[in-house]
């Protein structure tokens, strides 16, 4: 606001002293009248007597003001322009130094017991055998692992509780002159099948498969007669005759 005053008092001395110059009266002994062309070049006629100072006549010429010397005060802040676009992106920078290696964590929580399920059984037969029949289940005596008792020694037969993946193997004790023909069943079907030729000597055989069972599955070994007569042998002070199984993965692992 000072800087602006200060040009306007400027101004008006500069109005004052041309107004008093154009006011004076001049010398007639030793100031003539300006002197104006009549035409102008292309001869037309120039400005008329009117428009001519005039002896002993006040003239007032129009001043010139300098625009560029009146500044105005500082105005208000303009409002935020928008955003403009994104740039491009840079070039990917080098791979910083490793940093240094942070605090050991504390332990976790304990975790829940892994809830582990088991069926295994081992059982064995003390006397020898003779089937008589078509078919004869190969019953047991002799028990030496029977986990939550899934395996029934009377009859011979697994009953499945956990489906999944079993493995079962039987062994043998075959019979001088006899033949030796069962089967590892799996509910009403014969999976595996061990067999002997009757010989001269008696030799020790063995069968094993994996099985997936269902929940209330069955499995069993039984006895085939054909035209010869079948026979297993055992003895009260030996064990010749075993079946065994256990539970390779439960079905819902």
């Given at each position: 606001?000072?800087?602006?005053?200060?040009?306007?008092?400027?101004?008006?001395?500069?109005?004052?002293?041309?107004?008093?110059?154009?006011?004076?009266?001049?010398?007639?002994?030793?100031?003539?009248?300006?002197?104006?062309?009549?035409?102008?070049?292309?001869?037309?006629?120039?400005?008329?007597?009117?428009?001519?100072?005039?002896?002993?006549?006040?003239?007032?010429?129009?001043?010139?003001?300098?625009?560029?010397?009146?500044?105005?005060?500082?105005?208000?802040?303009?409002?935020?322009?928008?955003?403009?676009?994104?740039?491009?992106?840079?070039?990917?920078?080098?791979?910083?130094?490793?940093?240094?290696?942070?605090?050991?964590?504390?332990?976790?929580?304990?975790?829940?017991?892994?809830?582990?399920?088991?069926?295994?059984?081992?059982?064995?037969?003390?006397?020898?055998?003779?089937?008589?029949?078509?078919?004869?289940?190969?019953?047991?005596?002799?028990?030496?692992?029977?986990?939550?008792?899934?395996?029934?020694?009377?009859?011979?037969?697994?009953?499945?509780?956990?489906?999944?993946?079993?493995?079962?193997?039987?062994?043998v004790h075959t019979w001088n002159s006899k033949e030796t023909y069962l089967h590892i069943m799996h509910n009403d079907e014969a999976t595996v099948v061990l067999y002997a030729q009757p010989g001269e000597r008696s030799i020790m055989q063995s069968q094993s498969v994996l099985l997936e069972l269902k929940e209330r599955d069955?499995?069993?070994?039984?006895?085939?007669?054909?035209?010869?007569?079948?026979?297993?042998?055992?003895?009260?002070?030996?064990?010749?005759?075993?079946?065994?199984?256990?539970?390779?993965?439960?079905?819902?692992?």
């Amino acid at each position: 606001m000072l800087s602006m005053g200060v040009h306007l008092d400027l101004l008006v001395l500069v109005l004052v002293m041309l107004t008093c110059d154009g006011t004076s009266k001049p010398d007639s002994a030793t100031t003539s009248p300006p002197c104006f062309r009549c035409c102008d070049a292309n001869g037309e006629d120039g400005p008329g007597v009117d428009d001519q100072p005039v002896a002993g006549k006040a003239f007032h010429p129009v001043p010139e003001i300098e625009i560029s010397i009146i500044k105005g005060g500082k105005g208000h802040k303009g409002d935020r322009g928008s955003p403009g676009k994104r740039g491009f992106s840079g070039p990917i920078g080098i791979i910083g130094p490793t940093g240094l290696s942070g605090q050991k964590g504390s332990n976790g929580l304990p975790g829940e017991n892994c809830k582990v399920r088991y069926s295994a059984f081992s059982v064995a037969r003390r006397t020898e055998i003779h089937s008589d029949d078509y078919f004869t289940p190969l019953g047991f005596d002799t028990e030496f692992v029977n986990t939550d008792g899934h395996f029934n020694v009377f009859t011979g037969r697994l009953f499945c509780y956990i489906p999944g993946i079993y493995y079962f193997n039987v062994n043998v004790h075959t019979w001088n002159s006899k033949e030796t023909y069962l089967h590892i069943m799996h509910n009403d079907e014969a999976t595996v099948v061990l067999y002997a030729q009757p010989g001269e000597r008696s030799i020790m055989q063995s069968q094993s498969v994996l099985l997936e069972l269902k929940e209330r599955d069955e499995v069993w070994v039984r006895l085939y007669k054909r035209s010869r007569e079948n026979a297993l042998y055992s003895d009260d002070v030996d064990t010749y005759i075993t079946f065994n199984g256990f539970l390779v993965k439960p079905s819902s692992i």
